[in-house]
């Protein structure tokens, strides 16, 4: 991928589609993205069901306004090519026009037990191809409730530690607020994104470029309000993405921000 240098100053509004979406409406929304404005603090990107990657990605070549990234919602844990049947390799999203790869979205590791191990080698694949992993982290809810939320989200980001890379992105969506409408605190949020950063920094170094998103039931109504949060660099949206009026105010809300 041709990576812009401002994306790691940018904003991210990173729509994630899961197993919804078909021909017909991915067009329709696609369409009318297509001529929504142009904002420029704003890296957008989309994440629909693999097998709709080349649509999306051929119908954004041709964008009025804003350059939006194609992303992928997860990738095959084996390199290159060969008998994994069902399996889709890191060069093969490169190849359908893939910028962006989900790494260890809670999903997967709730219905598919993916855990560091299998993370790690993911972000690998990713990374020797030229593609940015955004890995997603994020404490389950008896994992706050014991005080242990901070312990979880370290334990995930040690994935990171001695990666070939500078660039590090990562949405922090607790597991109690996704597809639940319910929102951590500004204050929750503050804090676990400067955490991130600090620990980020400790496994990587000085040096790195990073984004931190928050993730979970962000919506039009909210997303000004998180945005402002310190720390915040954009969000990782799972429903409201689905519908333009919702993910194009959210995506406004990032350029205000
Ligand atoms: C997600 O899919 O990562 C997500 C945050 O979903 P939602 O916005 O629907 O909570």
Redesign the pocket.
Known sequence: MEQEQNIWQQKWVVG?W?MNGQLQENNALVHKLRNFPAMDKVCIGITPPTVYLSQVHNAVQIVLGNKIHTCAQDVSRFPDKGAYTGEVSAEMLRDVGVDIVLIG???RSLYFNEKNDIQRLKIENVLRVGLIPLL?VGESLKEREDGREKEAVAYQLSVFKGLKTQNFAV?Y?PVW????GKVATKEQIADMHEFIYSEILSLVGNNANIRVLY?????EKNAADIFSVPHVDGA??????LKYDAFTAIITAAQES
């Open positions: 994630n899961k979205h809670s999903e997603c949405a969506e607020a996704i597809g639940t993730g979970g039931s962000v919506n990782l949206v799972g429903g409201a993405s």
